[in-house]
């Protein structure tokens, strides 16, 4: 598609709950971020692949949140036993090496968790 | 590693009044900059970036802002805001691979 195409657009779910978002990132971008917006505050960055390479996984807050991409485009990321506190807008952004360092974001999902 | 300050929160704002929203950033390397605006309920779209050269850039819908590498800024202006640009507003640091954010700016202009 022409842009970065994210799903499901809401999500709720009950405390405990494992939920996946899903990102399509525009097609022949290598690079692909997830960031979690919460109410109130900046984007806070989760994750980062690039090609082959291994993903910088340093902004995971736990070991509940993972991440991965198949074949270099789709990424899915998986939040196990949902808590409250995961309740945000989480938003996936791709680009390529010759995007000079832009990224190019979906629409996020927003995920609540009761 | 690189990091943003947004020295304001919440910027109320007459319409047609002119608007500026500061930006400070810190990093040990070269860095490009950009400015993102979020309209409610939709994503995060562009509305410029400094990568080199003039230090006055210009952006979308009007928008403008210029890089100071001795005060590490990144202030935003625009001389006159309209209703339709009440949004939030981040700016950003790449220095590496992955862009940092300010905390956000939520303008709100007013009739």
């Known amino acids: 598609g022409a842009g970065v195409s994210q799903s499901p657009s809401n999500k709720v779910t009950e405390k405990g709950k494992d939920v996946e978002l899903r990102c399509d990132p525009i097609?022949?971008?290598?690079?692909l971020y997830w960031y979690r917006q919460s109410l109130g505050q900046g984007l806070e960055f989760l994750i980062y692949?690039?090609?082959?390479?291994?993903?910088?996984k340093s902004g995971l807050p736990s070991d509940r949140f993972s991440a991965e991409r198949t074949g270099g485009s789709v990424s899915t990321l998986t939040i196990q036993r949902t808590q409250q506190e995961d309740s945000a807008v989480y938003l996936c952004?791709?680009?390529?090496?010759?995007?000079?360092?832009?990224?190019?974001f979906g629409e996020g999902s927003r995920l609540t968790v009761l | 590693a690189q990091s943003v300050t947004q020295l304001d929160s919440q910027v109320p704002v007459f319409e047609e009044a002119p608007v500026e929203l500061r930006c400070n950033y810190s990093s040990s390397v070269s860095v490009y900059l950009f400015w993102y605006v979020q309209y409610p309920n939709q994503g995060l779209q562009l509305l410029l970036k400094?990568?080199?050269?003039?230090?006055l850039v210009k952006g979308i819908n009007g928008f403008e802002a210029e890089f100071n590498k001795s005060q590490t800024s990144f202030h935003l202006r625009k001389p006159s805001v309209h209703i339709s640009d009440t949004a939030e507003y981040f700016c950003?640091?790449?220095?590496?691979?992955?862009?940092?954010f300010g905390a956000g700016t939520t303008v709100t202009v007013r009739a």
């Open positions: 692949f690039q090609g082959n390479s291994a993903p910088d």
């Open positions: 097609s022949g971008h290598t690079a």
């Open positions: 950003a640091v790449n220095g590496d691979y992955k862009l940092s």
């Open positions: 952004a791709s680009s390529s090496l010759d995007t000079t360092g832009e990224l190019f």
């Open positions: 400094y990568l080199s050269g003039s230090t």
